[in-house]
Structures are given as structure tokens and as C-alpha cells.
T-cell receptor, first 114, second 116 residues
Framework: DAKTTQPPSMDCAEGRAANLPCNHS???????VYWYRQIHSQGPQYIIH???NNETNEMASLIITEDRKSSTLILPHATLRDTAVYYC???????????????FGKGTKLSVKP | GAVVSQHPSRVICKSGTSVKIECRSL??????MFWYRQFPKQSLMLMAT?????????EQGVEKDKFLINHASLTLSTLTVTSAHPEDSSFYIC????????????FGPGTRLTVL
């Protein structure tokens, strides 16, 4: 079972920031938070990941709470092309085999509207 | 990011035939690749882990004799669906982590299999 909880759907106006929450209250100290997104009929696209510090790249920002029990993915200026299912996944690094695998939950379907 | 390709992108076959799907890492070597499948309106489910130079590791409930995996080189893994049936119709997606299994996985574009 997935170790994260996400709202099933969210709407966002084009040009506004999209803030996607994720709860991972049982996260372990050596588990990272990963975010992927899947546009309809395509393979998942890596967005960002982090351990405990906030992270930013050209796609998004990841804000992780101090207790690491939740995080928020921020798309600063959402466009119509950001409409997708967003998956929040916790994963251990440094382990091989099934312990390092990605377990996908149902994700959040983000709809960016004009 | 790293680039992973799949071929074909879409295939339609008759029941009882076998179908081969290729997964290639284009700009990096991958000793490990992962195969997932996704049924309509569902999430991705890991099927197996493909290991270069050794046997694949299958997840519980996935038949190894039906879904043959061959990791022929450091840039190519193939999944063969043998004696395909309509219930095997799905979206098959591979992923690979550059630099080792503990690193970030990058996904291919997926292969849509339809079995008539």
C-alpha cells in the first residue's frame, strides 16, 4: 500500500500557483519524498524530491514540514500543460531491490483551467 | 533528466500471440530497469525488476512464464507478453535509474497493448 495520502482532485486557475498537499505521517528518517506527474496516456515524469530541506528546481518547489509528516508541491505559475495526475511517493534510498521501488498511490488529479 | 524510450508505443494483437516491448536508456547505462503496468483509471503497479546479467525479480502475482523479461545489455530490457489474452490489455511502462538502483527513476513513454 502507498504510504501517502493525497486529495483525489484539485482545480487551479491558469497563471496562479498550484499547491498540492501530501500527508506521509509514517515516513521514516531515511525515506525521501518524491513527486512525479503523469499526463494522460504518457509515462510518469519526475518532478522533484527531497529529504528534509525545502527544494526548488526549474519545474517546482517542494516544501517539507519540520516533522516531515507532510509536504506540499508548488507549481508557481500553472499552465494548461500542467494538467495531470500528481503522485507523492516516499522511498528509501541506498537500498536495492524492492525496498527502493516506487509504490504509486492514486495521486491528485490537477486540472488547470483557463 | 535522463531519457528512456519504449518501442512500440502502441500495439494491437490477436489473442494467443506474443508481443515484445523494448525499453532503452538512451543517454545512460542501467543495470536495473523496472516494468510497470497500468489498467484504465488505476495507478501504476510494479510487475518486475529487470537485472542485467541475471534473472528478473517478479512481484507477487505476476507470472514469470507469461511475462518474459530479458535484460540483454546495459541499455536494453525487453518484456515479452506470451500467449496474450484480452485481460493483458494494459499500458506497460518501464523505468530506469541512472547510476544505480538507489537513484531517481526515469520513465519511458509507455506502450499501449490491446489484445483482441
Amino acid at each position: 500500500d502507498a504510504k501517502t495520502t493525497q486529495p483525489p482532485s484539485m482545480d487551479c486557475a491558469e497563471g496562479r500557483a498550484a499547491n498540492l498537499p501530501c500527508n506521509h505521517s509514517t515516513i521514516s528518517g531515511n525515506e525521501y519524498v518524491y513527486w512525479y506527474r503523469q499526463i494522460h496516456s504518457q509515462g510518469p515524469q519526475y518532478i522533484i524530491h527531497g529529504l528534509k530541506n525545502n527544494e526548488t528546481n526549474e519545474m517546482a518547489s517542494l516544501i517539507i514540514t519540520e516533522d516531515r509528516k507532510s509536504s506540499t508541491l508548488i507549481l508557481p505559475h500553472a499552465t494548461l500543460r500542467d494538467t495531470a495526475v500528481y503522485y507523492c511517493i516516499v522511498r528509501r534510498e541506498g537500498y536495492g531491490g524492492s525496498q527502493g521501488n516506487l509504490i504509486f498511490g492514486k495521486g491528485t488529479k490537477l486540472s488547470v483551467k483557463p | 533528466g535522463a531519457v528512456v524510450s519504449q518501442h512500440p508505443s502502441r500495439v494491437i494483437c490477436k489473442s494467443g500471440t506474443s508481443v515484445k516491448i523494448e525499453c532503452r536508456s538512451l543517454d545512460f547505462q542501467a543495470t536495473t530497469m523496472f516494468w510497470y503496468r497500468q489498467f484504465p483509471k488505476q495507478s501504476l503497479m510494479l510487475m518486475a525488476t529487470s537485472n542485467e546479467g541475471s534473472k528478473a525479480t517478479y512481484e507477487q502475482g505476476v507470472e514469470k512464464d507469461k511475462f518474459l523479461i530479458n535484460h540483454a545489455s546495459l541499455t536494453l530490457s525487453t518484456l515479452t507478453v506470451t500467449s496474450a489474452h484480452p485481460e493483458d490489455s494494459s499500458f506497460y511502462i518501464c523505468s530506469a535509474p541512472p547510476g544505480g538502483v538507489m537513484n531517481t527513476q526515469y520513465f519511458g513513454p509507455g506502450t499501449r497493448l490491446t489484445v483482441l
